[in-house]
C-alpha cells in the first residue's frame, strides 16, 4: 500500500525529529512537511526526502497540497507547539488562538473535503485538563477539567479537541488519534520548562510544590511515529511513568528556588518574561501551583508504547545536557558546596564508626 | 498477598477479638508473615544493638540531607514522600502522640498487613485535623508492617499555600473516587473521614455525636475495589479544641466552611493552635469485608446505605463503650 504522510509544523522539533524517522522508513512513499518558516539549516540534512512546503496552515492552500500528493495520513504535529508558549504543556507567543485554533480548523477542513485521507493524528495537550485543588490527582482520559474554566493556551487546547470531535462525527471512515502530551524535556528540544529550569534562579510559588510529569523528547517522537504508521483511533495520555516535585526538580539542577507569594507571581513572571526567558501567565501560575499527573494505562495497554525514559530519566537525561551558569557563578555552588560538605562528614563518620 | 486476603476472613467468621496476635490460632505462620514484612518494609530502621545509637543516628541524618539536597528521593504519583514522611513528618508528630496524647491504641491487627483496606473514622478537633495525622502516625508505627495511611482530604486542603503541599507529600489526595479507587486499586491503606467539616467543626456540646455521613461515596470506593472497610473510632480529639461557637460571618467572609471559637482561639493568637493534652484512645475495629457482596452493587443505593449506616452504628457504637470505659479525659 503507497503511503503518504503530511507533517505540520516540520520546522520545529517535533515534526522535523518525526519526518527525520518517516523518511528513514522505506515503507513510506512520500513525507511532505509544511510550515510557515523554512527549517533549520541543522534540520536540513537529516530530513533526508522529506518535501517540503512553505506554507501557513490557517492558508486554504493546504486542502490543495492534500488534493495534488494524494496524502493518506495527515500528522498534526504543529498543533498546541510544545517548543514555544507556556509551561503547562505548550502554547506560542503569537496569540494561541489564532495558530492554533484556526490552523487546525483549516486543517481538518482540508481532510474533510478529501478522498484519500484514511488517518489523522493530532498532537493535543494534558493541559486540557487544567490544574487545581479540586481535581484528582491523576486524570484519565475520560475526565474534564472540572471547576475553573480554561484559560489561554489550555483554552486553545480544548477548543482544537473540539474540532477533532466534530470532524470525527463528520468523517467516521477516518482513523483519528489524538495525543494529549505531557510537558516535554530532553537535551535537545527547547521547551518553556526547559528554559524555565535553566533560569538561575527559579520563581515559585510560596507553599505550592508541584507535582511534575514529564516526557522526553524521543519518547514524544516515536509515539507520533507509531500512531502515524498503525491505526490507533481514539485519545491517549501521552506522558512518562513516575513524578518529580517542583521542588526536587530544581535541586537535581542545582538551581535555587525563589519562592514567591503566588499572587505576585506573574507579576515576577512578567518581568522575567520581559527578559524573554521564560512566559508566565494565569493558567502557569495554577500549574505552578498544582501540576498534573495523567494516566498512561491506555498508552500502554490500547495503543501498545511503553515510554523509554521515565520521569526521572528523562529529567537527568536533560539535565546532564545543561550548561553550567554563565555568569553566575556563586549561585549553583551553594547546593553542590553543600552537598559535598555533607558528603565529607559522612565520609569521615563512616571511617570513625 | 495471601494474608490480606486471610485477614478479613478471619474477621467475619471468628468471634471479636481484640488485640495481640498470640491469640490467633494460626499463630506460627503469621508471625513468620509480620517479621518478614517489618524487614522488608523498614530497611532503613537500624536493628537494635547494632552500632551505638547516636552514630547511627548522625550518619542516616546525613544521607539523608545528601539525598534532600541532591533531590534523590522518589515521590509517587499523588505526591506521596516517604522519606520525608518517614524521617521529618512522622517523628515531629510523634512526641506529640507519645507524650501530649499519650495515645492507646486498640486492635491493630485489624488493619491488614498488605493488600488495600478503606479506615473510616470519626472527624473531630475542632481547629486542625490532628486526629487523622495521630491515626496515621499510629497506623506506621504500631503496625508490625509499618505502612502509611493514605488520607483523603477536601479540596480547601490542596488550595492552602503550605497546607496542600505538605498534605500531598505525606500521603493525602483529595477525596474524590477516582483518587480514592485508584489508590485502592494499588492496594494502599486509604484513610477517609466521612464527616468532613461537619465534623471537625461541630460544637463541643454535640462531642461523640457523630455526624452525617455524606452520600457513601467511600462505600462505593471500597465496594468497587473490594477491600475491607475497617471502622476507627478515635476519642479523646473532641477535647483538644473545644468549639464553643462558630462565627458564622466571619467563615463567609473568610470563605470557609467554619470559624470556630474556642476557650483559646483565636483570643491567644498562634498560642491558640496549641491543643488541650486530653488522654487519646484509638480503636481499629473489626474489618467489614465488601469483596462478596461484588462490584455491581457499588451503584446500588440500598446496599450504599445498609453499609453506611453498619460503618456508622460500629463507630458510634465503639465510641459510647470506649467513653464509658474512660475514667477521665485527661488521664
Given at each position: 500500500?503507497s503511503?503518504?504522510?503530511?507533517?505540520?509544523?516540520?520546522?520545529?522539533?517535533?515534526?522535523?525529529?518525526?519526518?527525520?524517522?518517516?523518511?528513514?522508513?522505506?515503507?513510506?512513499?512520500?513525507?511532505?512537511?509544511?510550515?510557515?518558516t523554512?527549517?533549520?539549516?541543522a534540520?536540513?540534512?537529516r530530513?533526508?526526502?522529506?518535501?517540503?512546503?512553505?506554507a501557513?496552515i490557517?492558508?486554504?492552500l493546504?486542502a490543495?497540497?492534500?488534493a495534488q500528493?494524494?496524502v493518506?495520513t495527515?500528522?498534526h504535529?504543529?498543533?498546541?507547539?510544545?517548543?514555544?508558549?507556556?509551561?503547562g504543556?505548550v502554547g506560542?507567543?503569537?496569540?494561541?488562538?489564532?495558530?492554533?485554533?484556526?490552523?487546525?480548523?483549516?486543517?481538518?477542513?482540508?481532510?474533510?473535503?478529501?478522498?484519500?485521507?484514511?488517518?489523522?493524528?493530532?498532537?493535543?495537550?494534558?493541559?486540557?485538563y487544567?490544574s487545581?485543588?479540586g481535581?484528582?490527582?491523576?486524570?484519565?482520559?475520560?475526565?474534564?477539567?472540572?471547576?475553573h474554566?480554561?484559560?489561554?493556551?489550555?483554552?486553545?487546547?480544548?477548543?482544537?479537541?473540539?474540532?477533532?470531535?466534530?470532524?470525527?462525527?463528520?468523517?467516521?471512515d477516518?482513523?483519528?488519534?489524538?495525543?494529549?502530551?505531557?510537558?516535554?524535556?530532553?537535551?535537545?528540544?527547547?521547551?518553556?520548562l526547559?528554559?524555565?529550569?535553566?533560569?538561575?534562579?527559579?520563581?515559585?510559588?510560596?507553599?505550592?510544590?508541584?507535582?511534575?510529569?514529564l516526557?522526553h523528547?524521543?519518547?514524544a517522537?516515536?509515539?507520533?511515529?507509531?500512531?502515524?504508521?498503525a491505526?490507533?483511533?481514539?485519545?491517549?495520555?501521552?506522558?512518562a511513568d513516575?513524578?518529580v516535585?517542583?521542588?526536587?526538580?530544581?535541586?537535581?539542577?542545582?538551581r535555587?528556588?525563589l519562592?514567591?507569594?503566588?499572587?505576585?507571581?506573574?507579576?515576577?513572571?512578567?518581568?522575567?518574561?520581559?527578559s524573554?526567558?521564560?512566559?508566565?501567565s494565569?493558567?502557569?501560575?495554577?500549574?505552578?501551583n498544582?501540576?498534573?499527573?495523567?494516566?498512561?494505562a491506555?498508552?500502554?495497554?490500547g495503543?501498545?508504547?511503553?515510554?523509554?525514559?521515565?520521569?526521572?530519566?528523562?529529567l537527568?537525561?536533560?539535565?546532564?545536557?545543561?550548561?553550567?551558569?554563565?555568569?553566575?557563578p556563586?549561585?549553583?555552588?551553594?547546593?553542590?558546596?553543600?552537598?559535598?560538605?555533607?558528603?565529607?562528614?559522612?565520609?569521615r563518620?563512616?571511617?570513625?564508626? | 498477598m495471601?494474608?490480606?486476603?486471610?485477614?478479613?476472613?478471619?474477621?467475619?467468621?471468628?468471634?471479636?477479638?481484640r488485640?495481640?496476635?498470640g491469640?490467633?490460632?494460626?499463630?506460627v505462620?503469621?508471625?513468620?508473615?509480620?517479621?518478614h514484612?517489618?524487614s522488608?518494609a523498614?530497611?532503613?530502621?537500624?536493628?537494635?544493638g547494632?552500632?551505638?545509637g547516636?552514630?547511627?543516628?548522625?550518619?542516616?541524618?546525613?544521607?539523608?540531607?545528601r539525598?534532600?539536597?541532591?533531590?534523590?528521593?522518589a515521590?509517587?504519583?499523588?505526591?506521596?514522600?516517604?522519606?520525608?514522611t518517614?524521617?521529618?513528618?512522622?517523628?515531629?508528630?510523634?512526641?506529640?502522640?507519645d507524650?501530649?496524647?499519650?495515645?492507646?491504641?486498640?486492635?491493630?491487627?485489624?488493619?491488614?498487613?498488605?493488600?488495600?483496606?478503606l479506615?473510616?473514622?470519626?472527624?473531630?478537633?475542632?481547629l486542625?485535623?490532628?486526629?487523622?495525622?495521630m491515626?496515621?502516625?499510629?497506623v506506621?508505627?504500631?503496625?508490625?508492617?509499618?505502612?502509611?495511611?493514605?488520607?483523603?482530604?477536601?479540596?480547601?486542603?490542596?488550595?492552602?499555600?503550605g497546607v496542600?503541599?505538605?498534605?500531598?507529600?505525606?500521603?493525602?489526595t483529595?477525596?474524590?473516587?477516582?483518587?480514592?479507587?485508584?489508590?485502592?486499586?494499588?492496594?494502599?491503606?486509604?484513610g477517609?473521614w466521612?464527616?468532613?467539616?461537619?465534623?471537625?467543626?461541630?460544637?463541643?456540646?454535640?462531642?461523640?455525636?457523630?455526624?452525617?455521613?455524606?452520600?457513601g461515596?467511600?462505600?462505593?470506593?471500597?465496594?468497587?475495589?473490594?477491600?475491607?472497610?475497617?471502622?476507627?473510632?478515635?476519642?479523646?480529639?473532641?477535647?483538644?479544641?473545644?468549639?464553643?461557637?462558630?462565627?458564622?460571618?466571619?467563615?463567609r467572609i473568610?470563605?470557609?466552611?467554619?470559624?470556630?471559637?474556642?476557650?483559646?482561639?483565636?483570643?491567644l493568637?498562634?498560642?491558640?493552635?496549641?491543643?488541650?493534652?486530653?488522654?487519646?484512645?484509638?480503636q481499629?475495629?473489626?474489618?467489614?469485608?465488601?469483596?462478596?457482596?461484588?462490584q455491581d452493587?457499588?451503584?446500588?443505593?440500598?446496599?450504599?446505605?445498609?453499609?453506611?449506616?453498619?460503618?456508622?452504628?460500629?463507630?458510634q457504637?465503639?465510641l459510647?463503650?470506649l467513653?464509658?470505659q474512660?475514667r477521665s479525659?485527661?488521664?
Open positions: 500500500m503511503s503518504v504522510v503530511l507533517i505540520t509544523g516540520v520546522s520545529r522539533h517535533l515534526g522535523a525529529r518525526l519526518a527525520e524517522q518517516l523518511a528513514d522508513d522505506p515503507a513510506i512513499d512520500r513525507v511532505i512537511g509544511i510550515d510557515a523554512a527549517p533549520r539549516k534540520d536540513l540534512e530530513l533526508g526526502r522529506t518535501e517540503f512546503v512553505r501557513d490557517r492558508n486554504p493546504i490543495k497540497v492534500i500528493a494524494q493518506d495527515v500528522v504535529a504543529a498543533a498546541l507547539d510544545a517548543t514555544t508558549g507556556s509551561l504543556g506560542a507567543r503569537v496569540s494561541p488562538k489564532d495558530h492554533d485554533v484556526v490552523g487546525t480548523m483549516q486543517l481538518l477542513a482540508a481532510c474533510q473535503k478529501s478522498d484519500t485521507v484514511s488517518r489523522v493524528v493530532v498532537k493535543s495537550t494534558t493541559a486540557v487544567g487545581g485543588p481535581d484528582p490527582a491523576v486524570f484519565t482520559e475520560d475526565m474534564h477539567a472540572t471547576g474554566a480554561p484559560c489561554g493556551y489550555a483554552k486553545g487546547a480544548v477548543e482544537v479537541e473540539g474540532y477533532v470531535r466534530g470532524f470525527m462525527r463528520r468523517r467516521p477516518i482513523t483519528v488519534t489524538i495525543l494529549r502530551y505531557a510537558s516535554l524535556i530532553g537535551p535537545t528540544i527547547e521547551s518553556p526547559t528554559r524555565y529550569l535553566a533560569m538561575p534562579l527559579v520563581p515559585t510559588s510560596i507553599g505550592f510544590d508541584p507535582r511534575l510529569q516526557l523528547e524521543a519518547d517522537v516515536e509515539v507520533l511515529r507509531h500512531a502515524a504508521v491505526e490507533h483511533p481514539g485519545v491517549f495520555n501521552v506522558a513516575g513524578v516535585l517542583l521542588s526536587q526538580a530544581v535541586r537535581r539542577a542545582g535555587l528556588r519562592p514567591v507569594p503566588a499572587p505576585a507571581i506573574s507579576f515576577v513572571g512578567g518581568l522575567v518574561r520581559n524573554g526567558v521564560v512566559e508566565f494565569a493558567e502557569q501560575a495554577s500549574f505552578l498544582y501540576g498534573r499527573v495523567v494516566d498512561t491506555r498508552l500502554r495497554e495503543f501498545g508504547y511503553l515510554p523509554r525514559f521515565s520521569t526521572q530519566q528523562a537527568a537525561s536533560y539535565l546532564d545536557a545543561l550548561p553550567g551558569l554563565r555568569g553566575l556563586g549561585l549553583p555552588g551553594l547546593g553542590a558546596g553543600a552537598l559535598r560538605a555533607v558528603e565529607s562528614l559522612a565520609g563518620l563512616a571511617r570513625v564508626v | 495471601d494474608e490480606a486476603r486471610v485477614i478479613p476472613l478471619h474477621g467475619d467468621d471468628q468471634p471479636p477479638r488485640r495481640g496476635s491469640r490467633r490460632p494460626a499463630a505462620p503469621n508471625a513468620e508473615a509480620s517479621i514484612s517489618l522488608a523498614e530497611p532503613v530502621r537500624p536493628p537494635a547494632d552500632v551505638p547516636w552514630e547511627r543516628r548522625v550518619a542516616d541524618g546525613l544521607a539523608f540531607l539525598r534532600r539536597i541532591a533531590g534523590d528521593y515521590v509517587d504519583d499523588f505526591g506521596f514522600d516517604a522519606d520525608l518517614e524521617n521529618v513528618v512522622i517523628p515531629l508528630f510523634k512526641p506529640l502522640y507524650r501530649w496524647f499519650r495515645v492507646e491504641v486498640n486492635g491493630i491487627d485489624n488493619v491488614p498487613s498488605d493488600g488495600g483496606a479506615l473510616v473514622a470519626n472527624h473531630a478537633g475542632g486542625w485535623a490532628l486526629d487523622a495525622a491515626t496515621a502516625v499510629a506506621h508505627e504500631e503496625h508490625p508492617a509499618g505502612r502509611h495511611l493514605r488520607m483523603l482530604g477536601a479540596d480547601l486542603v490542596f488550595g492552602t499555600p496542600g503541599a505538605l498534605a500531598r507529600k505525606t500521603g493525602a483529595l477525596a474524590c473516587n477516582p483518587d480514592a479507587e485508584r489508590l485502592l486499586a494499588a492496594g494502599e491503606l486509604v477517609v466521612p464527616e468532613g467539616f461537619k465534623g471537625i467543626g461541630k460544637p463541643y456540646r454535640d462531642r461523640y455525636r457523630l455526624q452525617r455521613f455524606g452520600r461515596g467511600f462505600v462505593h470506593a471500597a465496594l468497587k475495589s473490594g477491600v475491607p472497610i475497617v471502622p476507627v473510632s478515635v476519642v479523646g480529639s473532641e477535647e483538644i479544641h473545644p468549639v464553643l461557637a462558630n462565627a458564622k460571618t466571619l467563615a473568610l470563605d470557609l466552611p467554619y470559624f470556630p471559637i474556642t476557650p483559646t482561639f483565636p483570643w493568637g498562634p498560642l491558640g493552635l496549641v491543643p488541650l493534652p486530653s488522654k487519646w484512645y484509638i481499629f475495629g473489626e474489618p467489614i469485608p465488601t469483596a462478596g457482596l461484588g452493587h457499588a451503584d446500588d443505593p440500598v446496599v450504599l446505605f445498609e453499609l453506611t449506616d453498619r460503618v456508622r452504628e460500629t463507630i457504637s465503639t459510647n463503650r467513653l464509658v474512660r479525659v485527661w488521664r
